[in-house]
């Protein structure tokens, strides 16, 4: 590739390895939180059941983040572009709306929104500021993603060579 990438598309990738390295290392504190749990022994069996299912999940997510964000760094590629988009919106749902119910019914909520939103903070309190950090750079990801998507689609229109008329060809 002789052109320089978008500056608009670096920093996407640049957020993008920064929000899946920040994963990892989340990951990498919640495995060694799991080796100091309670004594109970149910609790302490869900505890390492979970903490190696999210961790292969976390891995999967992070492998392909990154294989795609590499080949939209070093080909500029519009299917890999959409792959990060859709990517980005399976783990907005995966990581922050699919568990949200659990915050209505008991034992953490009571119906009701404002129940819901008090066990959510009491859930997070203790690293709010780490959730809140991870749910903004997820959030901006996903739509810098689908911004990045028109300008890597031209691209990719203009320099295809399926896509422009071969020269020289008859088709009658």
């Known amino acids: 590739m002789t052109t320089k990438l978008p500056r608009f598309i670096a920093v996407t990738l640049t957020l993008t390895a920064i929000f899946w390295a920040f994963m990892l290392v989340q990951q990498a504190a919640f495995l060694w939180r799991t080796s100091h749990m ?5 609790i302490r069996s869900f505890a390492s ?23 939209v760094y070093s080909f500029r590629s519009f299917t890999a572009a959409c792959g990060l988009f859709i990517l980005s919106g399976l783990a907005v749902w995966r990581y922050f709306f699919a568990g949200t119910s659990i915050f209505f019914h008991r034992p953490l909520g009571d119906g009701s929104w404002s129940g ?18 991870q749910t903004t750079l997820l959030f901006a990801l996903l739509i810098l993603w689908l911004l990045s998507l028109p300008r890597l689609y031209g691209e990719a229109k203009t320099s295809n060579q399926w896509l422009q008329p071969t020269a020289g060809r008859s088709d009658e």
């Open 116 to 133: 819901a939103f008090a066990s959510c903070y009491h859930f997070h309190s203790a690293h709010l500021g780490v959730y809140l950090f």
């Open 38 to 42: 309670p004594v109970d022994p149910l």
């Open 49 to 71: 059941r979970y903490s190696i299912t999210s961790t292969l999940e976390v891995f999967v997510f992070t492998a392909f983040a990154g294989s795609l964000s590499i080949a």
